[in-house]
Each structure stands twice: as C-alpha cells, then as structure tokens.
C-alpha cells in the first residue's frame, strides 16, 4: 500500500563562527567549546520526495563524491523514521554549494534540512527537545541549524542560545582549496599548550554581552577569535595572508570559520565588499550576506507551508520558550 507522493525543495545554509574558543577535551573525547555561530546567505540544495508506504527506503542522488550510507543526509532520514515511525520512500537530491569540508556546516545543515521536513512532509510532528537529541547524534553543528540566526553555542557546540539579531552585513567568503580535518585539528590544538580557559571564557563573556546587548560589529568585531587559526595558519600560510588583506580591504571581523579553511570578512556595505572581492582574482570568493532567525525561520515556513496545518509553527520552538 502506498500514498500520495509529497515533495519540496529547501537551501540549508551554511554558517561562519563569529568566535570559536575551544578548551579542555572533556571525559567524552569531545572539546568544550565556546563559539557563535551565524547562518549567512550561501546555500546547498535539497529537493526531498517523501511516497508513504510499508518499510523504509532512503536514496539519494549528491554531487558529492561519497558514499550514500555516509552522507548525513541519508544518517539523518535514518535517524529520524526511526524516532518518529515514518514508513515509505525517500529521495533525496542533494546539490552542494557550500564547499565540503571548509568549516562551513554544509553537511549539518543539509542534515538538519532533513530532520524539519521529513516529519512535515510525512504529517509527523518532533517536539524540539526530541530533534534536538537526534541532531546532536549526528554531529556538534547540527543543532543550531534547527535555530539558525546568531546563536552562542557551548558544550560540545549542540547547547544553543539564541542571540539577537545582527543586521544583514555583508560578507565575502574566501575558499582556497585547502582541506583541514576537523578531527586532527582538535588533536593539533591538544598537543599545543592551553592558554587558561578563565582567561578565553572571560573574552567571550564580553562578546556575548555585546551581542546580548544588540551592539553592532563595531564595538565586538576584535572581541571574537578562533582557535584554530594558529595551527592553520603555521600549516598553510597563505590563509592568514587572506584574513590580513580581508582586514586591509575594510573588514571586520575576518577571520577562519571552523577548523577551516574558508575564511570570512564582513563588511559595512555591499560596494567595500565587491571592493575586496576584485582584489581576491583567481581565489574562489562567493559574496553572502548575513541571515537573521526571522528570515530563517520565514524561509522554513514558505519552503513548508503546504504541508503544515494553519497556524502550526515550524521550525518548533522550545516548550520553555513558549
Ligand atoms: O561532532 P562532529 O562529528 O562534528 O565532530 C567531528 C570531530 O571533531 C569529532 O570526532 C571530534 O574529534 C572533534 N570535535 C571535538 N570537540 C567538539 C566537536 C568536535 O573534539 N566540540
């Protein structure tokens, strides 16, 4: 027996870290860390088609070059058929835009694309501390993306606080073909001598509260750092090069994302941002702009609204924010 074939398209953004502090390994293996994330302006694309039916079958069509069974996409339909007893036939096209690997959170957000609309589009409802819980099974960014806007992120990065809005800024991404494992630049920074973590906590404790405050790049923008650059950029030199003449050409902050390698700046218009992307010729440069809770959430409900009922909200918001 099967039914009526569902189906939509949504764009998973990708996100810069406005701070990324990382301090002790914890018991867990993972890094406690303090970071901002930030959804900007860049997005993959994921058509899903959802046919109810006995069983459960995912397949998925990327082009990305690896194995299905490994795409967090597919991990994350698994996971939530599973938790919310979905049966039937899903398929996926995936179409990446946000380079793998940069730091980005492309395959996070892609992965928590799937967790809003597998449910909506299967007429199933998760409350948010159930999606919260399968999307930090699949990986430390994947919970903010189920929030997006500007979040402090602390844990192992899925405890997200939602942070004020910022205004739309723009920014250029800079992407040199340079890929750094995530997992071996936490080990890198383990072999490096901790500075003490009161003195990182404090730093971001000033940024957060600025940003609590609703304060503008201007009074924060030297307030944020990241961890990783250090190693980066004794690795691969040309990468502090890049953030050093982002800095040059007006922005601020610029900075890595992640454990790399894709750097950000952001600026105060559009026309300094265009500036600083002429004098990157012959890197790869994608131009974004930052992307706010509200238009995030907007996006969802467009993207969803024909499978929602009236008045439902979606992405759900927490039963202790209500
Ligand atoms: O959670 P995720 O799959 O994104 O993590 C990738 C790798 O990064 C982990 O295996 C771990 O080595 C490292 N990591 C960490 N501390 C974090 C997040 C990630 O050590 N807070």
């Known amino acids: 027996m099967t039914g009526a074939l569902r ?46 039916g006995r069983g459960q079958r995912v397949e998925l069509e990327s082009s990305l070059d690896i194995p299905a069974q490994d795409n967090l996409v597919v991990r994350a339909a698994q996971a939530v058929m599973a938790a919310a007893a979905i049966r039937g036939h899903v398929r996926f096209r995936l179409e990446k835009r946000i380079p793998a690997g940069g730091g980005l959170g492309g395959g996070s957000s892609d992965a928590a694309a799937v967790l809003l609309a597998l449910p909506a589009l299967a007429g199933r409802r998760l409350e948010l501390d159930v999606l919260t819980g399968l999307a930090a099974g699949l990986g430390s960014d994947v919970p903010f993306f189920l929030l997006g806007g500007t979040a402090m992120g602390l844990g192992r990065g899925t405890e997200v606080y ?4 910022l205004p739309r800024l723009p920014g250029l991404l800079v992407l040199p073909a340079v890929s750094l494992s995530t997992a071996e630049a936490y080990r890198a920074l383990d072999e490096l001598t901790p500075p003490s973590a009161t003195c990182h906590t404090k730093g971001f404790h000033v940024l957060t509260w600025c940003m609590g405050h609703g304060l503008t790049p201007d009074n924060w923008s030297r307030l944020g750092a990241n961890d990783f650059e250090p190693y980066a950029f004794e690795r691969y030199p040309e ?43 012959g890197l790869r440069c994608e131009s974004f702009y930052l992307v706010s809770r509200g238009r995030y959430r907007k996006a969802w409900w467009q993207s969803l609204m024909g499978h929602l009922q009236g008045g439902e909200e979606w992405p759900p918001r927490s039963r202790y924010v209500r």
């Open 239 to 281: 990468l502090g090069r890049i953030v050093r003449r982002l800095r040059r050409c007006g922005a601020s902050p610029a900075m890595m994302s992640g454990s790399g390698s894709s750097l950000f700046g952001l600026f105060r218009n559009r026309e300094d941002a265009e500036r600083a992307r002429a004098s990157f010729r």
């Open 162 to 165: 939602p942070l004020p809005d």
């Open 7 to 52: 189906r939509v398209t949504v764009a998973p953004p990708a996100k810069i870290n406005l701070s990324l502090r990382v301090l002790d390994r914890r018991a867990d293996g993972y890094h406690e860390l303090r970071t901002v994330f930030q959804t900007i302006s860049l997005t993959d694309r994921l058509s899903i088609e959802f046919r109810p």
